[in-house]
């Protein structure tokens, strides 16, 4: 059917079986069964499976699968497809990576009575490609994405820090790969992270709203409203943070917000970065993990005569660079040693090498953190080099055996 016809196909369905779609086409061009569609939840730790419409029950606690140690897990870090023989060898399990420029939304996964030659092979990978782009199209739509993602209720003051954060938590081009992870106190804390990708420029923000719950994630909405706002009328960074300023002023009931602004030219590499009482970011170059340590500038909403200044940042091609919130240093947080985890992190992609930082920061707080958790994390190539590969069919005939267990696996800076 190809990417043309399985996208019309879908928008002609409701979007809630926009995955049926799918399902359909590989079943009659493959003799597909058991064809599924599975989401990764928010933290990138377990997928849950969504079926047909019908099947979908949203009013039950989602099925979490959790990823380690599982073929899924394989998938998702290598972003390969893998087959693994099933029922001794009477059908075989296909897995395929359903990712968007380098956003790894979930997984395709379905069984066939033989082994998929390279042709099969190729086009399940494009059909999963293919199923990205539906999912994208539908989710606007519907909320069995969205309840899809979540393994458990969220409170009011996470719903609405998620509601804050960009559609998608991964991006790929040819200039850079950026991701960010968030992991929510058990009482959430107001952290957030934006990124934008202009004709010129990517712009890249994290932001820490005080206190806790409700209230922190309404100073949370002011900050990145008036962030977003000023961003959207084409303002430079000192207009970004003094309007996020004057919104905190007027509005915030004497609270503030810390934050950091980033903005890169795609065309030179030039960068431009304010910091608003936010953590120094670490920047990962050749193997050595060092603070960039920047003039700090008062948080937004302090009621304090100051301006905002912009600085430099020393960024080169092959540079990876965090931006991270105070969640990652505080409370038992403190005692992971980030510089050496960021170093041993530095083969993996960004949106792996983000998760697996967020993941030692949890386990060190026993699975409660006190403080939300947020990290960015930028791989800047340069405005001459890519390292971006969007051609699902380059190595789909590549499919690996069953997964190998590991506790930090590196895999390649590649994506779909």
Known sequence: MGLAGALAAAEAAPPVESLDVVAHMLRQSLDATGVSFLITDFTGTSVVRLGAAGDVETDDPARRIDLPGTLYDEVIRTQQPATQTKDG????????????????????????????????????????????????????????????????????????????????????????????????????????????????????????????????????????????????????????????????????????????????????????????????????????????????????????PHTYRVQRLDLRAGDRLFMLTDGMLEHRASKVDLASLIVRTGDLHPREAARTVIAKVVAANDGHLQDDATIMCLDWHGVRHSRRNADTGADLANASPSPTSSDEPQVPRTGR
């Open 89 to 304: 060898r009477s059908r075989v399990r296909v897995v395929a990576p359903v990712t968007n420029r380098g956003d790894a939304i979930g997984l395709l996964e379905l069984f066939l009575p033989s082994a998929p030659d390279e042709s099969a092979m190729r086009e399940i990978g494009e059909t999963a490609h293919a199923l990205a782009y539906i999912v994208i199209a539908n989710r606007s739509y519907t909320d069995v994405y969205q309840w899809g993602r979540r393994t458990r209720p969220l409170s009011l003051a996470a719903e609405i820090q998620h509601r804050l954060l960009p559609a998608s938590l991964a991006c790929e081009a040819a200039q850079f790969a950026v991701a960010g992870a968030l992991e929510p106190a058990d009482l959430v804390g107001g952290d957030t992270f934006d990124y934008v990708i202009d004709r010129d420029t990517v712009q890249l923000s994290v932001t820490d709203a005080m206190g806790h719950d409700v209230a922190a994630s309404l100073l949370a909405t002011l900050a990145v409203g008036a962030l977003r706002g000023a961003r959207r009328a084409g303002a430079d960074l000192v207009e970004q943070a003094r309007q996020a300023h004057q919104t905190m002023l007027d509005h915030g009931r004497q609270g503030y917000v810390t934050g950091q602004l980033l903005r890169i030219s795609l065309l030179d590499g030039a960068t431009e970065f304010v910091n608003a009482g936010h953590p120094w970011p670490l920047r990962l170059r050749e193997g050595k993990v060092e603070q960039l340590k920047v003039a700090v500038d008062m948080p937004f909403g302090f009621r304090f």
